[in-house]
């Protein structure tokens, strides 16, 4: 029979995840313990053997689930971490720490039996794994939505490996932080991270930025320069907007990275680099291959890994529960007022209906418009309590203001739900996006026409027919 350990602060979610177990389909059955307190846990790993630990990362005392991970791994026993707030850091941490894996609350009951059966399949058939010992990155990558943690999970994948990786997202999802964050979390984080902003330069100064130059090349050339990717070496470069170069000198970046040297404009030796390239863009590079636009061997060849950065409207997880979204915006606003308190020195405190326009707000500039708000709020809000006349014209006029701006006990959903009589029948928002997607097919067959109207781009249009 396999044994399997609970650990979470609160009782009733072990008791939820002790009747999860028993529906586990497992050969041998499950016998399950449960701790809500770490020294317990600790007792319990050191008084007897178990093939499982599923415990949450916060628990509220000294010690957490990292803690529990370390003392469980070299007794050989499989971890799932839990998180109600995830980070790339946590996730990291986790992942060199020898989790098995780690999964964002609520989480899906399926997903979970099956991720149970797994581990205990491993545990039966592999030994123990070798913790790794590297730090984590520092990062301000935050989301605990089931969308961040796919993204965390893969970065956590790359920290031993050496492959080019391709990051896509919109404009503001973090794409360099993403970045960084591998870079970080690999063997080269004590050599150089070069950046380079594709887009903002011309060809004839990109070649030159990243390749260098020797002296006369051209006008202005005084010295002997080096380029970036020599300048890289050992490190890692990131390749920003990177669907912005030209096609001529795409084949001279593909020489580059097929052959691993680089040649200085107007020189005739080439000189080896040992480079990781990290390539980012907010374009849908497969569509530019397909219009002739970006060489197709380059797009392969850098899209060795991809790593696709959700934008803030759709980082959301669902508590079947409760019936409603769970969205990664109220954990990015905490983050950025607790940035604003250690700048201004001064602590804010939200009221609860303006952190419900804050968080039904679009976000089309994503993570770095929230980043601009929460600076705009704090710097010209009245006092410490930030309400709805504190917001921006674009994030209020979602609602009407005047209506909600004064305290109340009951919010604007609240008062909705009591002049709707079936509640429980309406549809959620995901499901009619979805029938206007069916209706918007009926009649126009163009998808580019479709993802104007929805005011999404392609890839994303793209995602949810295949969901379709």
């Not at 950025?336 to 009221?351: G, M, P, S, V």
Request: with cysteine; net charge neutral; proline share 4%.
């Amino acid at each position: 029979m396999a044994r399997v350990l609970v650990v979470d602060d609160s009782s009733e979610t072990c008791d939820l995840l002790e009747l999860l177990l028993q529906q586990v389909d497992a050969v041998k059955g499950i016998e399950v313990f449960k701790a809500t307190r770490p020294e317990d846990a600790i007792e319990l790993l050191k008084s007897r053997s178990f093939n499982l630990m599923l415990s949450d990362i916060n628990l509220e005392a000294d010690r957490d689930g990292l803690d529990l991970l370390r003392i469980a791994k070299p007794l050989g026993v499989e971890t799932i971490l839990l998180t109600g707030f995830g980070t790339i850091e946590k996730a990291l941490e986790a992942v060199r720490e020898g989790a098995f894996d780690f999964v964002s609350k609520p989480w899906n009951n399926e997903e979970l039996k099956s991720l149970i059966k797994r581990a205990l399949v491993r545990r039966d058939t592999k030994g123990k794994d070798r913790p790794g010992k590297s730090r984590a990155p520092q990062s301000i990558m935050i989301g605990s939505s089931p969308q961040m943690m796919e993204v965390y999970k893969t970065i956590a994948s790359l920290q031993d490996s050496k492959s080019t990786v391709l990051i896509v997202g919109e404009s503001g999802t973090g794409k360099e932080l993403a970045a960084r964050a591998i870079y970080q979390s690999s063997n080269r984080k004590d050599r150089p991270f070069v950046t380079v902003n594709c887009g903002s330069l011309t060809e004839t100064l990109l070649e030159s930025e990243l390749f260098g130059h020797i002296k006369g090349a051209f006008t202005g050339a005084i010295n002997d320069k080096k380029g970036l990717f020599e300048e890289a070496h050992g490190g890692t470069i990131l390749l920003d907007e990177i669907g912005e170069i030209s096609p001529s000198f795409q084949v001279r970046l593909l020489r580059v990275l097929q052959e691993g040297e680089v040649r200085r404009v107007g020189g005739n030796k080439a000189v080896f680099v040992d480079v990781r390239v990290i390539a980012a863009t907010n374009k849908e590079l497969f569509q530019l291959v397909k219009e002739g636009k970006f060489r197709e061997d380059l797009y392969y060849r850098l899209n060795v890994v991809e790593i696709k950065i959700p934008p803030v409207r759709e980082r959301y997880s669902h508590d079947k529960h409760a019936n409603k979204k769970i969205s990664d915006i109220p954990l990015l606003i905490e983050f950025f007022l607790e940035e604003a308190q250690r700048k201004n020195d001064q602590r804010y405190h939200i009221r609860v209906d303006a952190l419900d326009l804050l968080t039904n707000y679009g976000w089309p500039g994503n993570v770095r418009e929230i980043a601009n708000v929460l600076e705009h709020i704090t710097q010209l809000s009245r006092g410490r309590q930030i309400t709805p006349e504190d917001l921006p014209e674009k994030v209020k006029n979602n609602f009407n203001v005047d209506k909600i701006s004064a305290p109340r006990s009951k919010t604007p959903m609240v008062e909705l739900a009591e002049l709707i009589e079936d509640w429980d029948r309406l549809p959620t928002l995901e499901e009619l996006e979805q029938r206007y997607i069916q209706v918007l097919l009926k009649h126009e067959p163009r998808k580019g026409r479709i993802a104007e109207i929805l005011g999404k781009d392609r890839a994303t249009l793209y995602r949810k027919l295949r969901d379709l």
